[in-house]
């Protein structure tokens, strides 16, 4: 299991989680936050990859891009 380091957890804005506000770990820095859309053209053009790790507000830590689902093609994906 990957913990991210607190210092690098994604900065809470305030008010409500909104769908769209997505995140994804380069290794080193979280990058966001990038709408859904956004992710699945990055992962279909190869910038992301199925372990790409990535965070949303209502989820309980970082998870690897191929347990989300919609974000790659023709794949089983854990439901979040």
């Not at 809470?12 to 859904?36: H, M």
């Not at 990535?54 to 891009?65: I, L, M, T």
Request: charged letters at 25%; glycine letters at 10%; hydrophobic letters at 30%.
């Amino acid at each position: 299991r990957y913990d991210e380091p607190s210092s690098n957890r994604p900065i809470d804005k305030g008010g409500p989680p909104v769908a769209s506000e997505w995140y994804y770990s380069d290794g080193s820095t979280s990058i966001g936050p990038l709408p859904f859309a956004t992710l699945k053209r990055m992962c279909d053009g190869g910038e992301l990859t199925k372990d790409t790790l990535v965070w949303k507000p209502d989820f309980d830590g970082w998870k690897p891009a191929r347990q989300v689902a919609g974000l790659f093609a023709a794949q089983k994906a854990v439901e979040v």
